[in-house]
Antibody, heavy 125, light 106 residues
Framework: QVQLVQSGAEVRKPGASVKVSCRASGYTFSSYYIHWVRQAPGLGLEWMGIINPSGDGSINYAQKFQGRVTMDRDTSTRTVYMELSSLKSEDTAVYYCARDPYCTDDGCSLTFDYWGQGTLVTVSS | DIQMTQSPSSLSASVGDRVTISCRSS??????LNWYQQKSGEAPKLLIY???TLQNGVPPRFTGSGSGTEFTLTISSLQPEDFATYYCQQSFSAPLTFGGGTKVGI
């Protein structure tokens, strides 16, 4: 069965960086793009970007996070990573990876059919 | 960015009730609209994509409708496991955006 398993909770101080991993199993890793979405405590969902786990690893970041977020992948371990730098208290959130069910050369469905369990990142001095 | 507005933000209902949640987009998104269900402490779950297509395994009591800028999620007969928060999301263009959520409670 399709599974996205994320790394554990993290605590960071303001100004630091955090790197969250998302390991895929149960499907052909290279065939499905991965999104990152975050959710601040008690609040709604916010899209951060999308990465192609194969080929050139093309990426599209949400403008809000440009310059602070880096997404990467390791095809040998079927793992996608999201690193957020210059952390602020407002970055305290649960970070999710989620799979896009359908992508072609013309684009992706921009839908999320499977989600990781979430990783809580707490930013506090 | 496309703004997504859901209403109501919360509602109270009973088992067996018919529940309707609305979602409005700030511009025409055709049928590029998805619905998710999120239970407390869990990741969201895809219910409906492209406005009206039921995701595999989702009960048929969930239906989606609408196009353009106005969309609706209907639960025909609320079940105990349906008490959750529901989000709409536009898949028309990046940045992808979500509605603020509708909490369905007792």
């Amino acid at each position: 069965q399709v599974q996205l398993v994320q790394s554990g909770a993290e605590v960071r101080k303001p100004g630091a960086s955090v790197k969250v991993s998302c390991r895929a199993s149960g499907y052909t890793f290279s065939s499905y793009y991965i999104h990152w979405v975050r959710q601040a405590p008690g609040l709604g969902l916010e899209w951060m970007g999308i990465i192609n786990p194969s080929g050139d690893g093309s990426i599209n970041y949400a403008q809000k996070f440009q310059g602070r977020v880096t997404m990467d992948r390791d095809t040998s371990t079927r793992t996608v990573y999201m690193e957020l730098s210059s952390l602020k208290s407002e970055d305290t959130a649960v970070y999710y990876c989620a799979r896009d069910p359908y992508c072609t050369d013309d684009g992706c469905s921009l839908t999320f059919d499977y989600w990781g369990q979430g990783t809580l990142v707490t930013v506090s001095s | 960015d496309i703004q997504m507005t859901q209403s109501p933000s919360s509602l109270s209902a009973s088992v067996g009730d018919r529940v309707t949640i609305s979602c409005r987009s700030s511009q025409n998104i055709s049928r590029y609209l998805n619905w998710y269900q999120q239970k407390s402490g869990e990741a969201p779950k895809l219910l409906i994509y492209t406005a009206k297509t039921l995701q595999n395994g989702v009960p048929p009591r969930f239906t989606g409708s609408g196009s353009g800028t106005e969309f609706t999620l209907t639960i025909s007969s609320l079940q105990p496991e349906d008490f959750a928060t529901y989000y709409c999301q536009q898949s028309f263009s990046a940045p992808l955006t979500f509605g603020g959520g509708t909490k369905v409670g007792i």
